[in-house]
């Protein structure tokens, strides 16, 4: 039996309405009823009786209400108790830059329900470390994007966005539907970290840079670039843009994948949870979009 489709059944039940009880559980309606049906079909009997105001319970369903509830406090008591014992635990996340803001409350909050006496820790790294602390050893994992040195890296794929060229709305070319590099020959683009991964510079530059430049070490370094001195960078097209700026899409590069990675050797089970954790709040958001 899956207490967590146990949970998803409380929460309806407690709040008699499918939308509510997706956002009590931070996740979006469709899987939502999809886990009710699931739960319906392996006891083989109808939980939940459907109407224009929401839902009610049937027989079984209270049934199911009250002995669910014990369960899950049961469990829940397991879990404080086993974890009070093993004493403080710690979690440290990378991102990259501003990717920061990808860890977003939907993430928070189920990580934070699974593992409430964790310690999370966040470090950000520069634009000159893709893989936000991994390689130094400075964090258990990361939230960041693709590509970089992925040796003795493993990774999961939780959200692909096309790639654009950020510019001034003054630009001759701001309007364009797309760009190709021919389009953008001879302009000068943002100078990223020397140190920074081969890889990831190719990626995120098209052309040479000014020598005489600063290194830009933040996403909103390079946007000031383009909007003080009509350097060109290259940003995922859902980056939020300062007024004046917009991206045009950038067939030319495959997509940005924004990733959860860790380190190969790493076997902690909070590592194992958070992947878990960011997965499924990724593929909830993607469902929500559809």
């Not at 039996?1 to 469709?30: C, K, S, W």
């Not at 709305?169 to 364009?176: G, S």
């Not at 920074?196 to 990626?203: E, F, K, L, N």
């Not at 190969?264 to 997965?279: C, D, G, N, W, Y």
Request: some cysteine; aromatic content about 6%; overall charge negative.
């Amino acid at each position: 039996m899956d207490l967590r489709l146990l949970r998803y059944f409380v929460a309806v039940a407690e709040e008699r309405n499918i939308g509510r009880a997706a956002n009590r559980l931070h996740m979006t309606q469709p899987p939502l009823s999809r886990a009710i049906r699931e739960l319906e079909d392996e006891f083989g009997v109808i939980l939940l009786e459907r109407t224009p105001k929401g839902v009610v319970l049937t027989p079984a369903g209270a049934t199911m209400y009250d002995e669910a509830s014990a369960l899950l406090k049961r469990a829940d008591r397991i879990r404080d108790r086993v974890t009070a014992s093993a004493g403080s635990a710690t979690l440290t996340i990378g991102t990259l830059a501003d990717t920061a803001a990808h860890v977003d409350g939907g993430l928070v909050a189920l990580f934070r329900a699974r593992h409430p006496h964790v310690d999370v820790r966040v470090h950000e790294a520069d634009l000159g470390e893709p893989t936000a602390g991994l390689h130094a050893g400075l964090v258990d994992v990361a939230l960041t994007r693709t590509p970089f040195d992925d040796n003795g890296i493993s990774m999961r794929i939780l959200r692909s966005v096309p790639v654009g060229v950020v510019m001034r709305d003054d630009d001759p070319l701001a309007h364009r539907t797309s760009v190709s590099p021919v389009d953008l020959a001879g302009r000068r683009w943002v100078r990223l970290p020397s140190d920074a991964d081969p890889a990831w510079t190719a990626y995120w530059t098209c052309g040479a840079h000014d020598d005489a430049a600063p290194a830009m070490r933040t996403i909103q370094e390079c946007l000031q670039a383009v909007i003080w001195n009509g350097t060109a960078a290259l940003a995922p097209i859902d980056q939020p843009l300062p007024l004046g700026l917009v991206t045009v899409p950038f067939p030319d590069r495959p997509p940005s994948h924004l990733v959860v990675a860790w380190l190969k050797t790493a076997h902690s089970p909070l590592i194992r949870s958070f992947v878990q954790i960011a997965e499924r709040s990724y593929s909830s958001r993607d469902e929500s979009d559809v």
